[in-house]
């Protein structure tokens, strides 16, 4: 037996587990027989068995002939995925056994992708004596796509959530109407997308939906939609003609109205949407609200009060928004969900008594590219999201979220400012070059966001332009990649237009309109 210890970093395992002892008594190699899903088949879970499936493909085997099995035990076979899943997993080798075990069929796949990264780092084997228990610091590893402007076609969605599943995050936030468009078909009010077409085609069928939320369910990520009101309204516009009232003529603003043709109209949708997202939270946004035209600060706040009541009593979903609801219009409700970013952080909106996601600005948008190379571009992203708040309060932190926002990435400024400078992705905001939208959407949403993942899952004391970090999250970064992730390659930069210091969009013009 040798007496050193393996390197948690040596082994690969990202995010780092709570608790791993890697005492080298040798090495058990998997060879073709190996797999996951013979041991799955046992359990009967469908899902899971569709999970075990998938990493049979991606797990490193060795050489030889080689005699390790897998053996599998889990508690609760509900594919239930919620703020109270349980993701806890324990992975033991010992003998010719590798033995995992957990609470939830959603541990369990994290057990093996955690034996899979193992697996890669070492060639197609394990180490003997290996034990690893662990389990999240927060329920809430989230990340935003901004649909509601630059539309993400469905192969990137997917490709985004494989990623997540990879390094253990857990709920993709759907920002599903914004500037320029309502991005989820309506069959009750099909004029939100009617116009969708050309320059600005870009949305989900329902079908399309359900199918996004099977694929992210078999990788054990929630789908949480976001229908932004009132605020960010121009997505709605389309309902004008319907009864849909607006602050004034430029649609940037829901206004309630007295008669309740606006609070009408938003009820039948958000209904419909209800119905088509299953998870137990319905965003409301109300978020960047103004006292302009027709809407005063009593419009707005009965508007947001009226809705949210409608999500908790009527759809029976839990409401949120971003920290606005609470700290502006003071319309948030016992159950609101509140999303610190911008002037407080998460610790602000526990004090006040309610639950909250840490997504700021400083730390968790991606809007922009890093600042500077990686490692130091990622510096930012390693934040203790529950540093602001007091222990006693502590049950208030659901976890955190990055933000990939799609602003740099329309033809003109927010869909509405053809006299304004064009954002540097414009060019990307046509149809056309989905694929090169999709290849900078990765490039700047990872790998800051494993970074992110990594203090989500669980943060410690850690040099994060230090060797030994770097090393982790390179690792990763490179084992996604391999699986085909969209990811900003190692010793690269990457922005809204390039990676590596080669443009997306190669031979031609960059200086007329699309």
């Known amino acids: 037996m040798v007496a050193a210890l393996l390197a948690v970093a040596a082994l690969g395992v990202f995010p780092r587990p709570r608790l791993m002892d890697t005492p080298a008594d040798g090495m058990l190699e998997l060879g073709a027989d190996f797999s996951f899903a013979s041991a799955a088949a046992g359990v009967g879970s469908a899902r899971l068995g569709r999970a075990a499936a998938r990493y049979d493909t991606l797990v490193t085997r060795g050489d030889g002939a080689g005699r390790a099995r897998v053996a599998l035990s889990v508690r609760t076979l509900d594919e239930y995925l919620g703020t109270s899943t349980v993701y806890d997993y324990n992975v033991s080798v010992a003998g010719d056994v590798v033995a995992i075990s957990a609470q939830s069929i959603y541990g369990a796949m994290y057990a093996m992708e955690t034996v ?11 180490p003997l004596g290996l034990r690893i228990e662990d389990t999240p610091q927060h329920g809430w590893r989230g990340l935003l796509a901004d649909t509601g402007r630059r539309f993400f076609p469905m192969d990137l969605l997917k490709n985004l959530i494989d990623t997540m599943a990879a390094v253990k995050m857990n709920v993709l936030h759907l920002h599903i109407v914004d500037r320029c468009r309502f991005a989820v078909e309506s069959k009750v009010y099909p004029a939100l997308t009617a116009n969708l077409t050309g320059l600005q085609a870009g949305h989900y069928t329902q079908d399309d939906i359900k199918t996004l939320i099977a694929y992210a369910g078999d990788r054990g990520v929630r789908v949480v ?13 389309p309902l004008a003609s319907q009864g849909m009232q607006f602050c004034d003529s430029r649609n940037y603003q829901l206004y309630g109205d007295a008669a309740g043709k606006t609070a009408e109209i938003l009820k039948a949708v958000f209904k419909e949407m209800a119905a088509l997202f299953p998870d137990d939270y319905l965003l409301l946004g109300c978020d960047e609200t103004e006292v302009e035209g027709q809407c005063d600060l009593n419009s707005t706040f009965n508007l947001e009060q009226e809705m949210q009541e409608y999500v908790s009593n009527d759809l029976k979903k839990h409401p949120g928004g971003w920290e606005e609801l609470l700290f502006n219009a003071h319309a948030a409700q016992a159950d609101s969900l509140i999303y610190s970013w911008s002037k407080h952080y998460a610790g602000d909106v526990t004090s006040q008594g309610f639950k909250t996601i840490e997504a700021h600005s400083t730390e968790f948008y991606f809007t922009r590219p890093a600042t500077a190379a990686f490692p130091q571009g990622w510096v930012r992203q390693w934040y203790n999201v529950s540093s602001t708040v007091a222990a006693e309060d502590q049950h208030l932190l659901l976890g955190g979220e990055v933000s990939m926002w799609s602003d740099n ?6 869909c509405e400012s053809p006299e304004a400078e064009k954002p540097p992705g414009w060019e990307l905001y046509n149809p056309k070059y989905d694929a090169e939208f999709g290849r900078a959407i990765g490039g700047m949403v990872w790998p800051r966001g494993l970074v992110a993942a990594q203090a989500f899952w669980g943060y410690y004391a850690a040099n994060v332009t230090g060797e030994e970090f770097t090393n982790a999250v390179e690792g990763i970064n490179a084992q996604v990649q391999a699986r ?8 690269c930069q990457c922005n809204e237009t390039m990676a590596c210091d080669k443009p997306y969009i190669t031979g031609e013009s960059s200086t007329t309109a699309p």
């Open 116 to 126: 899979a990264q193992v697996a890669h780092e070492q060639g197609g084997a394990v």
């Open 484 to 491: 085909g992730g969209l990811t900003c390659p190692n010793g």
């Open 225 to 237: 939609p976001e229908l932004d009101i009132p605020g960010h309204a121009n997505g709605w516009a």
């Open 409 to 414: 990435f329309l033809y003109i400024n927010q």
